[in-house]
Nanobody, 124 residues
Framework: QVQLVESGGGLVQAGGSLRLSCAVS????????MGWFRQAPGKERELVAA????????GHAESVKGRFTISRDNTKNTVYLQMNSLKPEDTAVYYC?????????????????WGQGTQVTVSS
């Protein structure tokens, strides 16, 4: 019922920028808390950033705070992750996910719908 499609990944040099986009189908986008996750080989999945349904509240992992910014456009059913000052350790597959559960929390729990992932590679 709900489909998420990420785009914008690719290869970038350290210090560069990328903007990931996640287009979400369905009827209830504005009610979903949205999150960006990443997973590198051999590492645990990490919640990078999350945003409330209205866009009024955001959270970012300490590892990306000050460099990454999550945003959303509810008129376009799209969530974004602006990534600046990229580092090689940011290399991972990045996933967009939606949590239909109400309330705000910066937590990896509750994400019921997932995109296919997009590869981000940062070279040194």
């Amino acid at each position: 019922q709900v489909q998420l499609v990420e785009s914008g990944g690719g290869l970038v040099q350290a210090g560069g920028s990328l903007r990931l986009s996640c287009a979400v189908s369905g009827r209830s986008f504005s009610s979903y808390r949205m999150g960006w996750f990443r997973q590198a080989p051999g590492k645990e999945r990490e919640l990078v950033a999350a945003i409330s349904g209205s866009g009024g509240t955001t959270g970012h992992a300490e590892s990306v705070k000050g460099r990454f910014t999550i945003s959303r456009d509810n008129t376009k059913n799209t969530v974004y992750l602006q990534m600046n000052s990229l580092k090689p350790e940011d290399t991972a597959v990045y996933y967009c996910a939606a949590a239909p559960t109400p309330g705000w929390t910066f937590s990896a729990r509750g994400y019921a719908y997932w995109g296919q992932g997009t590869q981000v590679t940062v070279s040194s």
